[in-house]
């Protein structure tokens, strides 16, 4: 572990080695937001970092690499762009639940609820029936991982298309929350690329 100073955050800075450049962004460039909820705009949720997308799918390649993949599922809108860029590496195409109905989307659809801890409230997911079958071995990939509600939403939805889970793929997991000992302990090979220790006033410390 290296210990250095980033003066512009004020953030004490613990960077492991693997995934160096995307600890140092969330370093550099994420905010804490109250106390539980990071916001990584200039990269990852608004702006796109794509070269740092194109690390982060090479990475998921190496780390589920003996694993059957078919599929990446993720969820709209923040998964799309993570779950893309790894999909070029699995050379598989990507699924996104929906969180809103449209004319658009087929009527036979697998849904769920999903609870949201950035927003508050329960929201539904779907995808349409066509795009998940039982011989499919299904990679979820997302954004964060706080309470484990959209990874269990996404888990749901496999669940009830038959398909096979292979993993889940999570850029950054808030380990100071729940979801990731609770998915771990349900027997799902949850791989995170950078796991929060720890963030308390604006420190962020890694694990
Ligand atoms: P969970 O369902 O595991 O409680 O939360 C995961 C979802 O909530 C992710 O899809 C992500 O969009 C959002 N989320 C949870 N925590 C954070 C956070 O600290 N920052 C951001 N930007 N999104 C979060």
Redesign the pocket.
């Known amino acids: 572990m290296t210990a250095s100073k980033i003066p512009e955050m004020s953030i004490t800075v613990y960077v492991g080695r693997k995934m160096l450049l995307l600890k140092q962004k969330i370093l550099s460039e994420g905010r804490v937001?109250g106390k539980?909820?990071?916001?990584?705009?200039s990269f990852?949720?608004h702006q796109i970092d794509v070269n740092l997308f194109n690390e982060i799918g090479k990475e998921f390649k190496e780390r589920f690499k003996d694993k059957k993949v078919t599929k990446i599922l993720t969820?709209e809108a923040?998964?799309i762009g993570i779950a893309c860029i790894t999909a070029q590496y699995f050379n598989v195409p990507v699924v996104f639940a929906k969180k809103t109905e449209s004319k658009n989307l087929d009527s036979d659809t697998y849904e769920s609820e999903?609870?949201?801890?950035?927003?508050d409230k329960s929201y539904k997911v779907r995808v349409s029936k066509r795009y998940i079958n039982s011989d499919d071995h299904i990679l979820i990939i997302?954004?964060?991982?706080?309470?484990?509600?959209?990874?269990?939403?996404l888990k749901d939805i496999v669940d009830k298309g038959g398909a096979t889970l292979a993993g889940v793929g999570i850029v950054?997991e808030?380990g100071f929350?729940d979801?990731g000992k609770m998915l771990r302990e349900k027997g799902l090979n949850v791989n995170s690329l950078a796991i929060i220790k720890s963030m308390v006033e604006e420190k962020v410390e890694f694990e």
């Open positions: 937001i539980d909820v990071l916001k990584v705009d990852l949720n969820i923040s998964g999903v609870y949201s801890f950035t927003k997302d954004d964060f991982l706080a309470n484990g509600c959209a990874v269990l939403g950054i808030k929350q979801g």
